[in-house]
Structures are given as structure tokens and as C-alpha cells.
């Protein structure tokens, strides 16, 4: 299959530089992890699959349609491609997709507990409500309906016995919700190892930050 046109070059030198730093945080290990981005077009750039995202260039990333349908790159595109489909279909605001396996999430993802209370501004802010999604084979439709239910109303993931997915306008607020969701389950593992419990704000203290978080987040 042909290279990416030169109009996508750039956006894909910028999505194979988040897959280096998404690796470098320990968040992909082996082949694990794939990333993508909305483009003009109606198309879809992302990583491929069988690569460690340690490794992407530019040259390796692939070019989709909306319907899955690999048009450029010299690798085959990730079977998990399915659930980036399925949120961008489902919310027109999000241009950017991340999926990872970020260790202390992982960590809370294989068990039925829910780490994400709201107890900072980070959290507060960039994550809101993350979704707990329940264990479906990855790539599958099965896992797409279920993150389409949910595309509208959050654009973060937590998936059960798998990793995250983060969500944003750009690639960098996906790799920020993905960084603040896993500093939270370091947060809540320590805090649990201590056997402490966290403070919790107060109702007046989360209605402002959801106030400051709509005047800062468009």
C-alpha cells in the first residue's frame, strides 16, 4: 500500500511523537497501545498495529475512512482501530483518541474497584466522570457499542481487565487525561497501602470547580 500523501505528514510526524512519549511513560508495553487523530476529510491517521510504540516514525503510521477501510501506509492498521471508530462516530468534538496500559491503572482496571473519585482540580477538570467499562475482546463490536453509550458523556475510560482510553480535542488533552487517570490511581494506591482514606470535597467546593472547569474547558 502507498505512503501517506504529503498533507498528512505532518499530523503524522506530531501522532508518532505522542507514540514515543506514551511508551517512554511506560503506558505501552511490547505492541500494547495504539493512538489516533481525526484529519480533514472525514479520514483517521493512527499507529499501526504489531509495533512497539517505542519505535514509530512518521513513516509508519496508516491512514483510514470512518468506515475502517485502510486507504494509506505500509503497515496494517491495529484491530482495536474498531473502538476509535466507534468514538468518533459517537461525538463530533473529539479529534483525538489514546488507548494505553498505564501500570497503577492497570492496576485498579483487573480488579472491581473505582479509583476515580473527584478529589483534585486535575481530576476534576480534565476527567470528570470516567466511564468503567466491563471486559469485551478487544477490536470487537461488542467493546464498540459499549464505548459508544458512553462517547457523549465522557472522554475517559477505564476498561476492565484491559487499560484506558483517553479522549480530547487534540492529541495532547488525550495524553494529559491519560497522565492525570494514572497520578490518581498512584494516588489512591498509596493512600489505600497507608490505610488512609481520602478527604472528600464538599458540595459547594465541587460546584465551583465544575464552574471554573466550564469556563476553562470549551
Known amino acids: 500500500m502507498e505512503e501517506l500523501p504529503l498533507d498528512f505528514k505532518k499530523m503524522a510526524g506530531e501522532l508518532s511523537s505522542f507514540s514515543r512519549i506514551l511508551h517512554q511513560k511506560g503506558f505501552a508495553e511490547a505492541n500494547g497501545g495504539n493512538l489516533s487523530v481525526r484529519v480533514d476529510g ?9 509495533m512497539s510504540k517505542g519505535d514509530v516514525t512518521p513513516s509508519d503510521i496508516v491512514l ?43 492496576s485498579y482496571a483487573f480488579t472491581n474497584e473505582n479509583p476515580f473519585e473527584p478529589l483534585s482540580p486535575e481530576s476534576i477538570i480534565w476527567l470528570g466522570k470516567v466511564a468503567i467499562i466491563d471486559f469485551e475482546i478487544p477490536g470487537t463490536p461488542a467493546l464498540s457499542e459499549k464505548l459508544t453509550l ?7 475510560f477505564l476498561l476492565r481487565n484491559h487499560g484506558i482510553i483517553t479522549c480530547g480535542g487534540t492529541l495532547q488533552e488525550a495524553m494529559w487525561r491519560s497522565e492525570i487517570m494514572e497520578r490518581q490511581c498512584l494516588a489512591m494506591h498509596l493512600i489505600v497501602s497507608r490505610g488512609s482514606s481520602p ?20
Do not use: D
Open 42 to 50: 472525514g479520514m483517521i491517521l493512527s499507529t499501526p498495529t504489531m
Open 64 to 106: 483510514c475512512n470512518m468506515n475502517g477501510e485502510q486507504i494509506y501506509g505500509t503497515r496494517p492498521a491495529s484491530s482495536e482501530l474498531l473502538s476509535h471508530l466507534a468514538i468518533y462516530k459517537a461525538n463530533p468534538q473529539i479529534n483525538a483518541v489514546i488507548h494505553s496500559h498505564p501500570p497503577y491503572c492497570c
Open 150 to 156: 458512553h462517547s457523549t458523556s465522557t472522554l475517559a
Open 199 to 218: 478527604v472528600q470535597l464538599t458540595v459547594a467546593q465541587l460546584e465551583l470547580m465544575n464552574l471554573i472547569k466550564s469556563n476553562y474547558i470549551k
